[in-house]
């Protein structure tokens, strides 16, 4: 009897990757790991989105909803207090090791400059506070 409702877990489990994997991937599907809700930008934002779509979409996808490459940094894990604007920085110029996500380990940019950087870093801060995303202490 306990086996059942064990398997019904399971079944369930492995049925909501499915689901979350075909949205990911099927044809025509955005690709997109989050729905992010779009503000009206500022001006210094606007040109981030710009710089945003041409250096880093591809792997962290339109809105900076990620994809099937990269994470969405309209996510929580992102907020100012966990990941602070340096941070952004430090990533483009130096890159990450895979930490959150189990995305692979993302390169260095030495392409985009410093005021793209800054640019981009102001809107995704739009997009998350767009989206509920404020700042929170991080704690260990």
């Known amino acids: 009897m306990q086996r059942l409702p064990k398997l019904a877990v399971v079944l369930v489990l492995v049925g909501g990757v499915g689901a979350m994997v075909w949205n990911l991937l099927a044809p025509g599907g955005s690709g997109a790991i989050v729905q992010v809700k779009v503000p009206e930008l500022s ?7 710009q710089a945003f779509d ?10 900076a909803a990620g994809t099937d490459k ?3 940094f309209v996510h929580a894990i992102y907020n ?5 604007d340096q941070a952004f920085f430090h990533a ?3 890159g990450v090791r895979q930490h959150h996500w189990p995305f692979g380990d993302m390169p260095a ?4 400059s410093d005021q793209e950087i800054a640019w981009i870093v102001r809107y995704v801060r ?15």
């Open 43 to 49: 001006a210094l934002a606007e040109q981030g989105r």
């Open 54 to 63: 041409k250096n880093c979409a591809q792997c962290h996808g339109l809105n």
């Open 70 to 72: 990269g994470p969405p």
């Open 80 to 84: 100012p207090g966990h990941h602070e």
């Open 92 to 94: 483009v110029r130096q």
């Open 109 to 112: 940019q030495p392409l985009v």
């Open 126 to 140: 739009e997009l998350q506070d767009a989206n509920g995303i404020t700042y929170q202490a991080h704690q260990m």
